[in-house]
């Protein structure tokens, strides 16, 4: 369990004052609970004004949310059907294939948690007012609500194409808000955090898990890097000057142990070193979010029967890494006998797998061969249909890996990294070979694979750093994304042997949002 989190006094109030609708529109929060008087009398309790904006990030890195939006339909990660196991309706199906309905079950769920997202930060920007004859700390904590508030809008745009947007010093909270299209959000979003970055907190003084300055650069160099994608024009120039802001100082270096970075009370690596860290989501396993099984790395993807140091009894054994992508970025463009990123058997001696890529026979902790539930080996398999796998069909992945005596099962004491140090070297990379600077692009990627002791490359072609994302950033959140801007998404891939409409760049726009928005809301093309 952590004990340097930021505590918040005011839990129960903002409990309180947190009620949502279905969130097909935002419904704005009550401001009588709270005011900036108050916080201006004790500005000890403005840090309690974030909590809720800032708990709901803690929502987006499970299967079925925001994660499992940006990487079960893309070429790295898939949920295939194992007898009836993991039918759930077909919405595992319905992601692989790109063949989502207006009515999938995690359109609405990410829909409605990016809008909760946006409802709170509003509700904190509101209370603190615009007034600039104010303490430091006040507009530290403006800019910091802002950021997530434009946070939210982005995700929305990037898997839905439309944002809401409500001025938060609205009163009139019975009309529902406007509604901007990808173009309109993009300069929203881009002009906001330019106009509050620099009352956003330095890392070296911001408490750990908040926005700090850093995440504002890293925020608009991702902005500017999918700028073509969202606005039909390139800004991968803009992209690098804010990505050298983050490099030229020499505060960050790659981390020395890969999988340190993702471990078990991974915030004690803050400001050390080779903390990579830029924007984390912070969880907690003594704490209950609302969230048990839900956040969690292990369960969704072992065997039934893999119960690793004996406290994971019921594994679910679903997802796994598919073949295409593990040929490609893996044993056709690394050496996995070196690469550190592909296996790293430290944990093996306690729980019986690795971290990275478990494959091949499995084995229980004393040594045992496992068995799948029908008495066959459990053995691994690189091959895994979409429709009818057998039990040990797939390769399986682990990235946060579990304590070794679990506080609660159901729970991760793994806080997740949402973006870290080597994605800002990768995004300078493709900035760079966007823009006819491939030899130099070469060289960092170059200082990555040599970090990660993977063979050097000679040279280097545009797609190569794709396949370096790949390796690097697997499983944590960015390939659809990608994907997506390196023009590789629609095409066929494992166990989806034709190339996907256009219409599937854009997830549909839940039927319930459409219907709550008094006609202001438009169905994406081909849903």
Not at 406 to 420: A, E, L, M, S, T
Not at 446 to 464: C, F, G, H, V, Y
């Amino acid at each position: 369990m952590k004990n340097n989190k930021i505590k918040y006094s005011l839990a129960i109030l903002f409990a309180v004052s947190l009620i949502f609708s279905s969130c097909t529109d935002l419904e704005e929060i009550p401001r009588d609970k709270v005011t900036s008087d108050v916080l201006l009398q004790d500005p000890t309790l403005v840090p309690n004004l974030i909590a809720p904006a800032l708990g709901q990030l803690r929502g987006l890195w499970h299967r079925e949310t925001f994660w499992g939006m940006q990487e079960a339909n893309s070429d790295e990660l898939c949920f295939p059907t194992r007898g009836t196991d993991w039918l759930d309706g077909g919405v595992w199906q319905q992601q692989w294939l790109h063949t989502w309905t207006v009515n999938h079950r995690d359109v609405i769920q990410v829909w409605n948690i990016l809008n909760e997202g946006i409802a709170a930060a509003n509700f904190g920007i509101s209370v603190l007012g615009t007034d600039e004859n104010v303490l430091d700390k006040i507009k530290e904590y403006r800019a910091m609500l802002r950021f997530l508030r434009d946070f939210y809008m982005y995700c929305l745009i990037d898997l839905y194409g439309v944002s809401p947007y409500r001025d938060p010093f609205s009163t009139d909270y019975t009309v529902n808000p406007e509604y901007l299209n990808r173009n309109e959000a993009f300069y929203f979003i881009v002009n906001d955090l330019k106009a509050i970055i620099n009352d956003m907190p330095e890392k070296s003084v911001a408490d750990y898990g908040v926005p700090n300055r850093d995440a504002g650069l890293m925020f608009l160099a991702k902005m500017y890097l999918n700028k073509e994608v969202y606005v039909k024009e390139a800004g991968y120039d803009s992209s690098l000057i804010y990505l050298n802001q983050i490099i030229d100082p020499g505060y960050y270096q790659l981390a020395d142990n890969y999988f340190g970075m993702f471990g078990p009370d991974n915030h004690l690596n803050y400001r050390t070193s080779d903390d990579e860290a830029i924007f984390v989501a912070v969880l907690d396993d003594g704490d209950n979010y609302g969230l048990d099984d839900r956040v969690i790395w292990v369960q969704h993807t072992f065997h039934y029967n893999q119960k690793l140091m004996g406290d994971f009894a019921s594994n679910w054994n679903g997802c796994m890494a598919p073949e295409g992508y593990l040929n490609e970025c893996w044993i056709n463009g690394t050496d996995t006998a070196t690469d550190v990123r592909w296996v790293d058997s430290t944990i093996y001696p306690v729980m019986a797998v690795v971290n990275g890529f478990n494959y091949g026979q499995q084995y229980d902790i004393n040594g045992n061969a496992l068995k799948t539930r029908g008495g066959t080996m459990l053995n691994f398999t690189f091959e895994c249909p979409l429709d009818g796998a057998s039990e040990e069909q797939g390769v399986r992945v682990l990235k946060y890996a579990p304590r070794n005596k679990p506080v609660n099962i159901r729970r991760v004491p793994n806080d997740f990294i949402i973006w870290r140090y080597a994605d800002a070297l990768l995004m300078k990379a493709e900035c760079l070979a966007r823009t006819g600077h491939m030899d130099e692009a070469l060289t960092i990627v170059n200082e990555i694979r040599a970090k990660r002791k993977a063979p050097q490359l000679a040279s280097m072609e545009l797609i190569d750093i794709l396949r370096e994302r790949g390796r690097e950033l697997y499983w944590e959140g960015h390939r659809r994304q990608d994907m997506i801007r390196f023009g590789t998404f629609l095409l066929p891939k494992t166990n989806k042997d034709y190339a996907s409409p256009e219409t599937a760049l854009l997830i549909p726009i839940p039927q319930t949002a459409i219907e709550a928005s008094d006609g202001k809301l438009q169905q994406n093309n081909g849903y």
